[in-house]
């Protein structure tokens, strides 16, 4: 069954960087928009940041702005999501999705999530 696979989470300081990837599984998104989204304890899944195919559309939530960024490599069938100055309210599990498109936030595929946790 195609899926999408998170990688990169883990423990880090407040303040401090880390780097999700997301790769397929089964088939390529190549085609498709790839979105993040999180979700914490006892919250709803939050939008965190999509880039569409060809990475000339991007949007990003309002709690990350200036703060990450999303960017792919369709050569390596890849996503990212570059972290930096992560806060301890950005502790959550982080999933990737792959859609049609970015705006509208619809996203089919999901992956199984990556931890990422904030300590003070």
């Known amino acids: 069954q195609a899926q999408l696979v998170e990688s990169g989470g883990g423990l880090v300081q407040a303040g401090g960087s880390l780097r999700l990837s997301c790769v397929p599984s089964g088939r390529t998104f190549s085609t498709y928009a790839i979105g993040w989204f999180r979700q914490a304890p006892g919250n709803y899944r939050e939008f965190v940041a999509a880039?569409?195919?060809?990475?000339?559309?991007?949007d990003y939530g309002d709690s990350v702005k200036g703060r990450f960024t999303i960017t792919r490599d369709n050569a390596k069938n890849a996503v990212y999501l570059q972290m930096n100055n992560l806060k301890l309210e950005d502790t959550a599990v982080y999933y990737c999705?792959?859609?049609?498109?970015?705006?509208?936030?619809?996203?089919?595929?999901w992956g199984q999530g990556t931890q990422v946790t904030v300590s003070s």
């Open positions: 880039i569409s195919w060809n990475s000339d559309h991007t």
């Open positions: 999705a792959a859609g049609p498109k970015v705006t509208g936030h619809e996203f089919t595929y």
